[in-house]
């Protein structure tokens, strides 16, 4: 069973960047399909921002960050990454890094995912 931990969040402006760092343990990460997810203010659903499946199958992205944000994996070091570039203010949100073993048919369904982390707070202002 893997443990996820977010870092790196914080207040940032509109037009910054920001990159977010979620390090596993408990298991080799390369066994996992892994995504970012966001749950924004107000809101209780958690929105799919990014993901990779296992053995990077592929990638996808939320329409509404593709060609800002970034996902990537160091499987040497255990650790996913969310690069966000052009942050707007309603990126503002609460950014979770969640996985999965194996290979899973969508990586933008947040049920499909076993382990999550805590959360990491992302504020964009304007």
């Known amino acids: 069973q893997v443990q996820l931990v977010e870092s790196g969040g914080g207040l940032v402006q509109a037009g910054g960047s920001l990159s977010l760092s979620c390090a596993a343990s408990?298991?080799?990460?390369?066994?996992?399909?892994v995504a970012w997810f966001r749950q924004r203010p107000g809101k209780e659903e958690q929105d799919f921002v990014g993901?990779?499946?296992?053995?990077?199958?592929?990638?996808d992205y939320a329409d509404a960050v593709k060609g800002r944000f970034t996902v990537s994996r160091d499987n040497s070091k255990n650790m996913m990454y969310l690069q966000m570039n052009s942050l707007k203010p309603e990126d503002t949100a609460v950014y979770s890094c969640?996985?999965?073993?194996?290979?899973?048919?969508?990586?933008?369904?947040?049920?499909?995912?076993?382990?999550w982390g805590q959360g990491t707070q992302v504020t964009v202002s304007s």
């Open positions: 993901g990779i499946n296992w053995n990077d199958e592929n990638t």
């Open positions: 408990g298991g080799p990460l390369s066994h996992y399909a």
């Open positions: 969640a996985a999965r073993q194996g290979l899973i048919p969508y990586l933008n369904g947040a049920h499909f995912f076993a382990y």
